[in-house]
């Protein structure tokens, strides 16, 4: 499956480190998705873009930083972060971010902190 | 805000069995019901979807159900095969994706 892919698949980094993840998205939506999943918890929604305007911010910390250059290609640029932050991050995209609709999952991206 | 309860947080079966996943919700005004399957290592996917003017929906060997009055939702699958273990997550979104709220998840096993 390739509609919405993810690189790295795996990344460990330490505290002081820089590091971006990127998503891409080939099925021609306009709506594109940060979450975290960590062990026993919900998904945890962390930005929205909708035609490439970030439309929800659910008060996630400075040191996780999206970007979004167009509909098809979403980036999460990570600085400083804390072994706390490691969790699988999803990405996903659908048609439009206002409509209840179907997102698609990108394989995600298992980060380790140290 | 919305919560989303899932119970169990896991559930054994055997082959060829039924097995029953519960959520409930805290908004009354969640409109939008999806279910999703995420197998070991792999993305979720979407599997099938409800939303409130309807109080019933089946896909082959899955259907959901909902409540409105008593805010809560579940998750039916019978003949239950190995392939179906994974975990389950249920999600409940009163307008718009960006609006999703997801329960914390239910591994389900299949024992062959």
């Known amino acids: 499956e390739t509609g919405v892919t993810q690189t790295p698949r795996h990344l460990v980094m330490g505290m002081t480190n820089k590091k971006s993840l990127k998503c891409e998205q080939h099925?021609?939506?306009?709506?594109m998705y940060w979450y975290k999943q960590s062990a026993k918890k919900p998904l945890e929604l962390m930005f929205v873009y909708n035609f490439k305007e970030q439309t929800e911010n659910n008060s996630v910390p400075s040191r996780f930083s999206p970007e979004c250059p167009n509909s098809s290609h979403l980036f999460l640029h990570l600085h400083t972060l804390q072994p706390e932050d490691s969790a699988l991050y999803l990405c996903a995209s659908s048609q439009d971010g206002t409509l209840q609709e179907t997102q698609y999952f990108g394989p995600g991206t298992r980060l380790l902190v140290l | 805000g919305e919560n989303v309860e899932q119970h169990p947080s896991t559930l054994s079966v055997q082959e060829g069995d039924s097995a029953v996943i519960k959520c409930t919700y805290s908004d009354s005004a969640s409109n939008y019901f999806p279910w999703y399957k995420q197998e070991l290592g792999k993305r979720p996917q979407l599997i099938i979807d409800?939303?409130?003017?309807?109080g019933e929906k089946k896909d082959q060997r899955i259907a959901v159900t909902l409540n409105k009055t008593a805010k809560h939702f579940s998750l039916h699958i019978t003949e239950t095969q190995p392939e179906d273990s994974a975990v389950y997550f249920c999600a409940a979104s009163r307008g718009g994706a960006n609006n999703l709220f997801f329960g914390t998840g239910t591994r389900l096993t299949v024992i062959p």
């Open positions: 099925l021609g939506h306009n709506a």
């Open positions: 409800i939303r409130s003017n309807v």
